[in-house]
């Protein structure tokens, strides 16, 4: 799809955008299918080949109509259609009727009347299973399937082919419902703490399990469901919100960026053509902003409110204004000459300098923009060839300041550009031989201090003063005065990786930084030498010391083994201004840790006696099934208010339990939790209890009398 002021691709058509299975990608050689604008300008309907590419070529395979999103060609449905759609479709001026040529000749499409044929539409995609403190015992996760158009419509689940998920239906019959559930303690599965990693009844390596639907009467392509079981042991802390993503190919979340202004997380969703927006005070995503195709990394204007998105399923960046919450402009890139052959030079990697937003394209080329919103090719230096090698892995990631931006090329190669100067001004080889575990983690710190490139910390010149480039490695040998902290002159000590593998790493001072770690192993049976969970460790430069802030609740959104190189995005994690609470991209989605140091005096506490009193008249003698209750105490939880219904039984990063069964939660705060009594609660004595997913501790337990 391209720009007609300016030719550039705004988007190329992407199986990876698709909430359904594709039987394979889309055919850009052998070109065949047609697409048309719904006259209102609000949908594209189009088919394209996915018949693998051969000689002499096969059949046309463009029998699913495809309904986009016409800003960026996220697809919504898929439709099927009896045969392949050949060549042009059209369509009348009001969009009700449309034709396409087809193999045989021509075929017919009502669109106006689309809804009125059963359309398949489970009520969402991802599906969170979780056994922790807050949930003891079955994990259970419902799943209602609508009928989005009319009609009847008939479903059945087709099995996931492993006994570690059991799944029910209510009716096969639309509306109704899927009830999944995951057993612990399920004969033949041995669960491996963190999401969807298990041995027996198959073996997974942390990847979601995807569940399909079939049904007869259903004119669309239904959805794949994406299953997520997180088993968790009592030390792992944080708590997990899931975001969907798509089941094609590698797209989900790529970047993420903290907007403490507004009180906001924000996350780029590729699999979607979205950014998630995450809000801090009411702890669940709110809207997401569309962009464009396929987008990656961000960058933050200094004025606090311009977000930049680079968008790598097109030639362009979209800029959102952060205050309308929507995409205002995009970056302009000059015209340039284009052969029927080339490929789409899309930007890969962006960050903001001091004057302007600095990008690397596809091919390797160097660009900045210029007056807002003008792209201009940077001029040559001494330090960076004209085409950096490796692409399209390619990253870069600012300091805090945004005076240094450290770029890393898709070979080991990484060079440091200076915003004062408008140059390059170091490069260095820093990974020779073959490149294995998480490659393209990058981090810097405040005022130039060091930075990070994976399981390397290296000075401001890029001198190796730390870690290592490989795993399984050991620790380079430091110099002293290499450049930590602001004037370079500390004494830096030899910090060791331990032998796992960097996922993500973040600055949190000019002498101390954050990196997520998985252990090194062969394969998901291997015995590993340290704690074979994902562990968040804090590092710092100056003592040497390495301690450990936090086993994370699950596994970064890839798990690697073996000499496997995994291209990683390059900034997974953010920390907050006071250094209080970790935002991490891990397997199914936003992962949220706070870093207080545990102790015991840390744990929630439950006042005794008192602590748990009717609402309405502070009696603690009149609690009874349906009453909304006051807890009062230490340490109970962070400071949130539901804003949904049915309210949350996790908020603040802490449930309340009567008995084993988690309450609903309306607001939390440390001294203070307001909830109600489920009406299905047995009467009698029940033990209440805080227990706090965030920091992994628990209240001691109070007894309570729930009255008939």
Same mark, same amino acid.
């Given at each position: 799809?391209?720009?007609?002021?300016?030719?550039?691709?705004?988007?190329?058509?992407?199986?990876?955008?698709?909430?359904?299975?594709?039987?394979?990608?889309?055919?850009?050689?052998?070109?065949?299918?047609?697409?048309?604008?719904?006259?209102?300008?609000?949908?594209?309907?189009?088919?394209?080949?996915?018949?693998?590419?051969?000689?002499?070529?096969?059949?046309?395979?463009?029998?699913?109509?495809?309904?986009?999103?016409?800003?960026?060609?996220?697809?919504?449905?898929?439709?099927?259609?009896?045969?392949?759609?050949?060549?042009?479709?059209?369509?009348?001026?009001?969009?009700?009727?449309?034709?396409?040529?087809?193999?045989?000749?021509?075929?017919?499409?009502?669109?106006?009347?689309?809804?009125?044929?059963?359309?398949?539409?489970?009520?969402?995609?991802?599906?969170?299973?979780?056994?922790?403190?807050?949930?003891?015992?079955?994990?259970?996760?419902?799943?209602?399937?609508?009928?989005?158009?009319?009609?009847?419509?008939?479903?059945?689940?087709?099995?996931?082919?492993?006994?570690?998920?059991?799944?029910?239906?209510s009716s096969g019959l639309a509306p109704s419902n899927i009830t999944f559930s995951m057993e612990p303690g399920r004969s033949g599965v041995s669960r491996l703490p963190g999401t969807n990693m298990w041995t027996g009844a198959g073996t997974v390596q942390g990847t979601p399990l995807s569940v399909t639907l079939s049904s007869p009467e259903?004119?669309?392509?239904?959805?794949?469901?994406?299953?997520?079981?997180?088993?968790?042991?009592?030390?792992?802390?944080?708590?997990?919100?899931?975001?969907?993503?798509?089941?094609?190919?590698?797209?989900?979340?790529?970047?993420?960026?903290?907007?403490?202004?507004?009180?906001?997380?924000?996350?780029?969703?590729?699999?979607?053509?979205?950014?998630?927006?995450?809000?801090?005070?009411?702890?669940?995503?709110?809207?997401?902003?569309?962009?464009?195709?396929?987008?990656?990394?961000?960058?933050?204007?200094?004025?606090?409110?311009?977000?930049?998105?680079?968008?790598?399923?097109?030639?362009?960046?979209?800029?959102?204004?952060?205050?309308?919450?929507?995409?205002?402009?995009?970056?302009?890139?000059?015209?340039?000459?284009?052969?029927?052959?080339?490929?789409?030079?899309?930007?890969?990697?962006?960050?903001?300098?001091?004057?302007?937003?600095?990008?690397?394209?596809?091919?390797?080329?160097?660009?900045?923009?210029?007056?807002?919103?003008?792209?201009?090719?940077?001029?040559?230096?001494?330090?960076?060839?004209?085409?950096?090698?490796?692409?399209?892995?390619?990253?870069?990631?600012?300091?805090?300041?945004?005076?240094?931006?450290?770029?890393?090329?898709?070979?080991?190669?990484?060079?440091?550009?200076?915003?004062?100067?408008?140059?390059?001004?170091?490069?260095?080889?820093?990974?020779?031989?073959?490149?294995?575990?998480?490659?393209?983690?990058?981090?810097?710190?405040?005022?130039?201090?060091?930075?990070?490139?994976?399981?390397?910390?290296?000075?401001?010149?890029?001198?190796?003063?730390?870690?290592?480039?490989?795993?399984?490695?050991?620790?380079?040998?430091?110099?002293?005065?290499?450049?930590?902290?602001?004037?370079?002159?500390?004494?830096?000590?030899?910090?060791?990786?331990?032998?796992?593998?960097?996922? *993500? $790493?973040?600055?949190?001072?000019? &002498?101390?930084?954050?990196?997520?770690?998985?252990? #090194?192993?062969? @394969?998901? =049976? /291997? +015995?590993?030498?340290?704690?074979?969970?994902?562990?968040?460790?804090?590092?710092?430069?100056?003592?040497?010391?390495?301690?450990?802030?936090?086993?994370?609740?699950?596994?970064?959104?890839? *798990? $690697?083994?073996?000499?496997?190189? &995994?291209?990683?995005?390059?900034?997974?994690?953010? #920390?907050?201004? @006071?250094? =209080? /609470? +970790?935002?991490?991209?891990?397997l199914s989605g936003l992962s949220v840790i706070p870093l207080v140091t545990t102790s015991p005096n840390t744990r929630p506490a439950i006042d005794t006696p008192g602590g748990v009193v009717n609402a309405t008249d502070g009696s603690t003698s009149n609690i009874r099934p349906g009453s909304f209750i006051i807890i009062t105490g230490l340490?109970? +939880?962070?400071?949130?208010?539901?804003?949904?219904?049915?309210?949350?039984?996790?908020?603040?990063?802490?449930?309340?339990?009567?008995?084993?069964?988690?309450?609903?939660?309306?607001?939390?705060?440390?001294?203070?939790?307001?909830?109600?009594?489920?009406?299905?609660?047995?009467?009698?004595?029940?033990?209440?209890?805080?227990?706090?997913?965030?920091?992994?501790?628990?209240?001691?337990?109070?007894?309570?009398?729930?009255?008939?």
């Open positions: 799809m391209y720009d007609i002021s300016t030719l550039a691709v705004m988007a190329q058509q992407s199986n990876t955008n698709a909430p359904f299975a594709f039987t394979g990608v889309i055919n850009t050689v052998q070109n065949v299918g047609g697409s048309v604008f719904a006259p209102d300008g609000t949908t594209l309907y189009s088919a394209f080949n996915t018949a693998a590419n051969t000689t002499p070529p096969p059949p046309a395979l463009a029998s699913t109509l495809l309904v986009n999103d016409p800003r960026n060609l996220a697809i919504r449905l898929g439709i099927r259609l009896p045969e392949s759609i050949v060549a042009k479709m059209v369509m009348l001026s009001d969009g009700s009727e449309a034709w396409g040529l087809s193999d045989s000749g021509l075929i017919h499409m009502p669109l106006g009347k689309l809804y009125e044929y059963p359309i398949v539409a489970p009520e969402t995609t991802t599906v969170f299973l979780a056994q922790d403190a807050c949930n003891r015992g079955v994990a259970l996760g419902t799943l209602k399937v609508n009928n989005l158009g009319k009609g009847r419509l008939t479903y059945n689940v087709v099995p996931p082919g492993t006994a570690a998920l059991v799944y029910q239906q259903a004119i669309n392509i239904p959805p794949v469901i994406r299953v997520y079981m997180n088993y968790r042991q009592s030390d792992q802390r944080g708590v997990i919100y899931p975001v969907a993503t798509g089941p094609n190919g590698t797209e989900g979340l790529q970047d993420i960026l903290l907007d403490e202004a507004r009180g906001k997380v924000y996350l780029t969703n590729s699999a979607y053509n979205r950014v998630e927006v995450f809000d801090i005070a009411k702890q669940h995503f709110v809207d997401p902003i569309p962009v464009g195709q396929l987008p990656h990394q961000m960058a933050m204007a200094g004025d606090g409110r311009t977000l930049y998105v680079a968008n790598t399923g097109g030639e362009g960046i979209s800029i959102v204004d952060l205050e309308l919450g929507r995409v205002v402009d995009a970056v302009q890139f000059p015209p340039l000459p284009r052969s029927g052959t080339a490929a789409a030079i899309t930007p890969r990697a962006i960050a903001m300098g001091l004057f302007g937003l600095q990008i690397l394209m596809s091919d390797g080329s160097q660009w900045k923009v210029v007056q807002g919103n003008q792209a201009v090719i940077r001029p040559a230096d001494s330090i960076t060839p004209v085409r950096l090698a490796g692409s399209p892995n390619l990253g870069m990631v600012a300091t805090p300041d945004n005076r240094y931006i450290l770029t890393l090329n898709g070979t080991g190669i990484a060079y440091v550009y200076d915003s004062l100067t408008d140059t390059y001004i170091t490069q260095r080889q820093l990974i020779t031989g073959t490149i294995q575990g998480y490659y393209g983690v990058l981090g810097a710190g405040t005022a130039n201090s060091f930075f990070l490139v994976g399981g390397l910390i290296l000075s401001q010149s890029l001198t190796t003063i730390g870690g290592s480039a490989q795993p399984s490695a050991t620790s380079t040998t430091p110099i002293p005065g290499g450049g930590i902290g602001p004037g370079g002159g500390g004494i830096v000590t030899v910090v060791n990786t331990g032998n796992r593998n960097v996922a *993500s $790493v973040t600055p949190l001072n000019d &002498s101390e930084f954050l990196r997520l770690t998985t252990p #090194v192993r062969q @394969a998901i =049976t /291997t +015995a590993t030498r340290d704690d074979s969970r994902t562990t968040l460790e804090r590092v710092n430069l100056v003592t040497g010391e390495t301690t450990v802030s936090g086993l994370v609740p699950e596994n970064p959104p890839v *798990s $690697v083994f073996g000499t496997t190189r &995994s291209n990683t995005p390059p900034h997974q994690m953010v #920390v907050d201004a @006071a250094g =209080t /609470t +970790a935002y991490v991209i891990t340490n109970l +939880a962070g400071a949130a208010t539901a804003d949904s219904i049915p309210p949350p039984t996790v908020l603040g990063g802490s449930c309340v339990t009567f008995g084993d069964q988690a309450v609903p939660l309306l607001s939390t705060s440390p001294g203070e939790i307001q909830a109600q009594v489920p009406n299905n609660l047995r009467s009698g004595t029940q033990v209440v209890q805080v227990r706090s997913l965030g920091t992994a501790q628990e209240s001691d337990a109070v007894l309570v009398t729930i009255r008939p």
